[in-house]
């Protein structure tokens, strides 16, 4: 026997959740999911540039459609690098004309990324470029003095990230390379030398042709100089040593990819700013050796786990520098070795 009346029983039908009214979305817009568009239509193209979050891509390469767009990054890629040389995927207006803005939307796998910190202790690592191939590090005989430890770290980064290291010498009008260079006897390192009047643009350019080069210096070196003499319409700005410092000042303020066209074919040329430090932090100790070429065959025979520094026990490297199996050069890489290790393990 029900204690609810006829009016009461209309009372809670009033109620009843079926019958609720849902209040109307005023934006008319769909729920927010977590699946992305698979982006059937992308287009793959080169990154040669990026300026305040608008990146230059290079749509159609080498086909009679090449052309140049603006593009920015998609919402789902704001916590990914993108760097120039970059294959990345793009979506939206891809025309290339005025004021039309196209829509990276994914990257394609990377063959080669050089890194860098702020310092060896540093593991926050600062992306340079992606997909280059080679590295040419430029370098000057004189003003500003050239660095061999500098050089050094180039050569760990280049090897670490599996890129090829090429070596260019200017300035020799100003003082001769011969000691400098002495310091890389025994590296499998192709050595250009540059003077005034007198710049291999046409060997350099051999190089380059079908590959991606990233020029790495310390600034006043004369790398943009080179630059602009590989690729006439590059236009990068060039500068001066201070003469009270002894310092380059820095001309190129961003990383960008020029391309070069020669005698015998075409490359890209991916010119960088130049910097006074190239921190290692991120890279495996156990790499740098690999910069080492001849020294690494000796290091075979060192004892699993063997740091090879200087304090090292039973270290066949410490060993042959002791027995004087080591020529004066060997040495002194050796000792250049042994000092990038020690900071690690400091």
Same mark, same amino acid.
């Given at each position: ?12 039908e009033?109620f009843d ?5 849902? #209040? ?5 817009? #769909? +729920?927010?999911?977590?699946?992305? +568009? ?5 287009v ?8 305040r ?8 390469e ?14 789902? /890629?704001? #916590?990914?690098?993108?760097?120039t ?13 005025? &004021? ?9 796998? #990377? ?16 992306v340079?470029v992606?997909?280059?191939?080679q ?14 430890r500098l ?25 001769? +390379? ?7 006897? &025994? /590296? ?15 060997e ?11 020029f ?8 943009s100089?080179?630059?602009?003499? /590989?690729?006439?319409?590059a ?26 066209? &020669? ?10 700013? &130049? ?31 063997c740091?090879? /520094? ?20 060997g040495?002194?890489r ?13």
């Amino acid at each position: 026997m029900s204690w609810l009346g006829d009016d009461d029983l209309d009372d809670v039908e009033d109620f009843d959740e079926s019958r609720i009214r849902t #209040r109307p979305n005023p934006k008319a817009n #769909r +729920p927010r999911t977590k699946r992305r +568009p698979a982006h059937d239509d992308a287009v793959i193209g080169r990154i040669l540039g990026v300026d305040r979050g608008r990146y230059s891509v290079l749509l159609d390469e080498d086909t009679a459609d090449e052309r140049m767009i603006t593009a920015a990054r998609a919402r789902e /890629l704001r #916590r990914t690098p993108i760097v120039t040389g970059d294959r990345a995927r793009v979506v939206g207006d891809l025309s290339g004309d005025e &004021g039309t803005l196209g829509r990276i939307v994914s990257i394609v796998e #990377r063959t080669s990324l050089l890194r860098r910190s702020a310092d060896d202790t540093d593991q926050v690592e600062r992306v340079i470029v992606a997909n280059a191939d080679q590295m040419l590090v430029v370098v000057a005989a004189a003003d500003p003095e050239p660095r061999a430890r500098l050089v050094d770290r180039y050569l760990v980064a280049a090897l670490d990230a599996g890129i090829r290291p090429l070596l260019v010498v200017t300035k020799t009008d100003l003082a001769d +390379p011969a000691d400098f260079l002495s310091h890389f006897d &025994g /590296l499998d390192l192709t050595v250009f030398t540059s003077a005034r009047g007198q710049m291999p643009v046409d060997e350099i350019g051999e190089a380059l042709v079908g590959h991606s080069t990233v020029f790495v210096g310390h600034s006043g070196v004369g790398k943009s100089t080179l630059v602009n003499a /590989l690729v006439p319409d590059a236009h990068r700005a060039t500068g001066h040593v201070n003469e009270v410092t002894g310092r380059g000042r820095h001309t190129s303020s961003s990383t960008v990819s020029l391309r070069y066209v &020669g005698a015998a074919g075409s490359g890209w040329v991916i010119d960088t700013p &130049g910097v006074r430090s190239f921190g290692l932090g991120h890279v495996d100790p156990a790499n740098i050796l690999t910069a080492y070429t001849e020294l690494a065959q000796i290091a075979a025979d060192c004892p699993r786990g063997c740091t090879h /520094l200087a304090d090292a026990e039973d270290c066949a490297l410490n060993e042959a520098a002791a027995d004087g199996e080591l020529s004066e050069t060997g040495q002194a890489r050796l000792e250049s070795l042994q000092r990038l290790l020690a900071t690690f393990a400091g």
